[in-house]
């Protein structure tokens, strides 16, 4: 009975030893399969926050830089978001960038590199209200607003960032909404503008065209005058009359008198010469 005893608990001992050693494989099992990517995103975004940070300093109070930056991560943010007239956006954006940084270049590694990184909308609104004031804030959201309007209409995408932009910058939607009203405002003055400048350029070639065409009429009857021939000439009367006054007035002819005469022969010549090109041209 003793030794059945011992027996049983042994067994039991075997059994408990077995399903801790079961625990144990799937644990390591799990640990295996989760570790790396546990590991990979807290190292992503340890990276990204890293960056984030070379590019958003949290010391120093270069304010045009600062705003600058700003400007080009939320503004790259949007352009990914709606590709459409991404060059023209572009331009605008190097434009803005020109009038808040002396150099340029200075942002040019930053903008390419954020072509390729992403942007985390609420770690540049958290740095925006950290270093900037409501009136800025409101100030960059009025440039934003520009870059997405620049195709001609905010999409859904875009909506969503702004209005998110907006929480976060403490900007109410009516005051969004005024923002907007102001570039469409600003558009179709814009519009209206362009087309009268067009109207304009129109108008002025059809007046300059005109003008060649009565200058062109002149010239034609002048150069008739200077071959000595009617408007009404043939080729054949064209060309002999031509021939006979080139070889009147030929430079050579003069060759060893007075300079004066000799320059005299060749203004001529060259006037004959003009005047040939005009009829026959």
Known sequence: MRGLLLEVDWNQVEKDALNSHGW???????????????????YSNWKMKRWENSILPKTGDESNRNF????????????KNDRREFELKQSRLNHALAEFSHSLRDLENEFNELLTKDIRLKHVAKWVNWKFNHVQ????????????????????REQEILFELADHFEISRKELKSMVASHYQRMERERREHRKKQ???????????????????????????????SPHASEAEIKKAFRSLVKKHHPDRFAGQEEAIVKAAEARFIEIQQAYKIITG
Not at 137 to 156: C, K, T, V
Not at 199 to 207: A, D
């Open 199 to 229: 109207q304009e350029w129109r108008q002025k070639e059809r007046k300059e065209r005109k003008a060649r065409i009565v200058k062109s009429d002149s010239d034609r009857e002048r150069a008739f005058e200077i071959l000595g021939i």
């Open 137 to 156: 804030r409101e100030e960059l959201m009025y440039l934003l607003i520009e870059i997405s309007l620049i195709d001609g209409s905010i999409i859904s």
């Open 24 to 42: 144990w494989s799937v644990a390591l099992i799990l640990f295996i399969v989760i570790a790396p990517g546990v590991i990979f995103y807290f």
């Open 68 to 79: 600058a930056m700003a400007y080009l991560c939320l503004a790259m943010l949007l352009m």
